[in-house]
């Protein structure tokens, strides 16, 4: 059975920082493109960062370019989302995602004084 699931959500200060985990379990991590989505209400749900499956290569939205870092542990079979320097523009459900169609239950982050 696929299972993707976060962690690490909560609510936190413009300028703190929050660290997302995904442990997954049920198919083929280490072959597996991963990636973190983010959705807020009445909006699509958009690419935040992807990492191929050897980790060498990753790809960011240009609002998050130097602010988030993606990385994986094909060991563990988890990935993160360590976000720094945040915004209340950041604020959304994010969910972790692997090809062909496998999502995780989401993880609120709220980014507020």
């Known amino acids: 059975q696929v299972q993707l699931v976060e962690s690490g959500g909560g609510l936190v200060q413009p300028g703190g920082s929050l660290r997302l985990s995904c442990a997954t379990a049920g198919f083929a991590f280490k072959w597996s493109t991963m990636a973190w989505y983010r959705q807020t209400p009445g909006k699509e749900r958009e690419l935040v960062a992807n990492?191929?499956?050897?980790?060498?290569?990753?790809d960011y939205l240009e609002s998050v370019k130097g602010r988030f870092t993606i990385s994986r542990d094909n060991t563990r079979k988890t990935i993160a989302l360590q976000m720094n320097n945040l915004r209340p523009e950041d604020t959304a459900v994010y969910y972790c995602y692997s090809r062909p169609s496998y999502w995780g239950q989401g993880t609120q982050v709220t980014v507020a004084s």
């Open positions: 990492i191929s499956p050897s980790g060498l290569a990753s």
